[in-house]
């Protein structure tokens, strides 16, 4: 069943079409892995899944309840409702600097009445566990490499129990010999049947971990399928282009 339907979505800035009639469906438990050329559209199409970016025209529905149909958004209220299902992890970790790892991960369940301090606390322990980093609950940011900052802000979006996490480029920032650790995260919450939808440039994972690769150039959908068979037998020769300079 999917657990996401888009439906001919198109976003422009003034004259420039940044999403071109996109549709597609991800299943509960899917791993998807969005690749393509930068500027193709793909962190637009991630941001508007979680209403950080208002579409043009389409729909968008997450569980069954849609945040946007044929256009027109769904109540404040109720788009509110609809975004606490999915969690987002970015590029650049997007950490409160004066804020330490345990109160990073505690802010927002907080805010939102999400249990007691007790209870919340609890959760902050075990994800930064899940994480490896259960020593560092009380460092601030700027004491923590690249890798650590993105474990932790991986753990920040666990905290709210969504069913998608969504990620944009999570290791692009980082040192290469970082991304592992990151990568690792990722796989073992694949391992755990978590729905994802992972915007990234790390091929090996893509083809290893995701079930399901969108291949996406100039704001549409070129092609989707199975990660092997369409990064060893792509149909288009856009795809077959891109990844020949890809996997070089």
Not at 137 to 155: D, F
Not at 159 to 176: K, Q, R, V, Y
Not at 237 to 243: A, G, H, Q
């Amino acid at each position: 069943m999917a657990i996401i339907e888009v439906t001919n979505l198109k976003k422009s800035y003034d004259k420039l079409d940044v999403l071109k009639q996109f549709t597609f469906d991800v299943n509960k438990n899917d791993v998807v892995a969005v690749i393509g050329p930068s500027g193709s559209g793909k962190s637009t199409m991630l941001r508007s899944l979680i209403y950080l970016e208002e579409i043009n025209e389409g729909s968008i529905c997450i569980s069954g309840d849609y945040l946007v149909r044929d256009g027109i958004y769904s109540k404040p209220q109720e788009i509110k409702q609809i975004t606490s299902k999915m969690g987002m992890v970015f590029q650049h970790f997007n950490l409160f600097p004066h804020l330490t790892v345990k109160e990073n991960l505690e802010i927002a369940p907080r805010m939102a009445k999400k249990g007691t301090n007790a209870e919340i606390h609890k959760q902050s322990r075990e994800l930064l566990e899940k994480v490896g980093l259960s020593d560092r609950e009380t460092a601030y940011p700027e004491n923590l490499s690249g890798g650590q900052k993105q474990r932790v802000a991986i753990a920040r979006a666990l905290m709210m129990n969504p069913e998608i996490l969504l990620f944009d480029e999570p290791t692009s920032a980082l040192d290469p010999e970082l991304t592992g650790e990151v990568l690792q995260v990722m796989k073992d919450l694949a391992e755990e049947q978590m729905t994802m939808i992972v915007v990234t440039h790390e091929m090996g994972f893509a083809k290893e971990v995701a079930n399901r690769a969108i291949f996406m150039d100039n704001g549409e959908i070129i092609e989707s399928g199975n990660p092997t068979e369409l990064f060893t037998n792509p149909q288009f020769e856009r795809t077959k282009v891109f990844l020949n300079r890809s996997l070089k």
